[in-house]
């Protein structure tokens, strides 16, 4: 059985992959929606077939449906009401077309940005001095707001790598650790692009969102580990509850916000994409 620095130092490495996100900020702060959605679509599957092949089956298992039915709705609501009492942004792309029509959407609450006059060749010019630092503020927001989400968000998929490995099955531990680091990169992705767009550098940038999945996943991973290594039986429970808060995720920020933009038909088929790859990952990993 693996100990428990063993699984921090992997749920590390699986919560690090934020800042392998981020990279793209080296060539372009520029995406599109087609791209970005897909990327919340395949992360989205990822995490419904790591809550269900890595966590719910194997709560199953061991336990009874009861147990993990109880899990499922503790962890539903523990994200959903630490989605209300910190304050985050839910995963949306809402720069709705501005590289070809110069306006940006903003958010309720949020001071529109100054308007775009537009040249005789449709080219959008400011059209006061401070709109620049106007949108470079916007945008260092919608960064750190981001960077909350991800960060609350990467609580309850460590504590699912360290209740997988507490269970005694390695190959499980490595299955579902794998699933979360391919979901932590469209994660990152997300926190990155704003960053960068609101002047960040782009060392600084790949630092800090590798440090929103690299410092809460182990810590949560840790967690999961003990408890269920020092509660006998509480496996089905906690794995149920590891699986409610991912799922809760999903259904709660990351296919809202890829289903905004006019590509939903993307963001699904990257959904199934993403879902395929968990259950071939647990296939040959968790044999």
């Known amino acids: 059985m693996v100990t428990i620095l063993e699984v921090v130092l992997i749920a590390t490495l699986a919560g690090c992959a934020t800042g392998v996100g981020a990279l793209p900020v080296l060539i372009t702060d520029r995406v599109s929606h087609r791209l970005y959605d897909g990327a919340l679509g395949f992360a989205a599957g990822v995490m419904v077939g790591a809550a269900v092949f890595a966590l719910v089956v194997p709560g199953l ?68 001095a401070g709109g620049e630092e106007e949108r470079d503020s916007d945008d260092l927001r919608r960064a750190l707001l ?20 507490a269970s005694g099955d390695a190959a499980l531990g490595f299955a579902i650790a794998t699933a979360i680091a391919i979901q ?25 969102t590798t440090l929103s999945g690299g410092v809460p996943e182990p810590i949560a991973a840790a967690v999961g580990f003990a408890l269920v290594a020092l509660v006998t039986g509480v496996f089905p429970v906690a794995a149920g509850f590891a699986a409610g808060a991912m799922i809760a995720v999903v259904f709660r920020e990351l296919v809202p916000s890829s289903h905004g933009h006019g590509y939903a038909d993307t963001a699904t088929a990257a959904f199934l994409a993403g879902f395929a790859v968990m259950l071939v990952v647990d296939t040959v990993l968790a044999v």
């Open 146 to 165: 981001v960077g909350s989400t991800v960060t609350i968000h990467n609580v309850p998929e460590g504590l699912a790598v360290g209740i997988a490995f």
């Open 61 to 128: 298992e061991l336990g009874t449906p009861f147990e993990v039915v109880a899990g499922l709705v503790a962890g539903g609501a523990f994200l959903l009401i630490t989605n209300a009492a910190l304050p985050h942004l839910h995963l949306r792309f809402r720069e709705h077309q501005r590289e070809l029509e110069g306006t940006t959407l903003v958010e309720p609450g949020v001071d529109p940005e100054p308007q775009v006059a537009r040249d005789a060749d449709g080219v959008g010019d400011v059209d006061d």
């Open 184 to 208: 932590n990169v469209p994660d990152g992705f997300a926190m990155a692009v704003p960053a960068a767009r609101a002047g960040v550098s782009a060392p600084k940038t790949i630092f800090y």
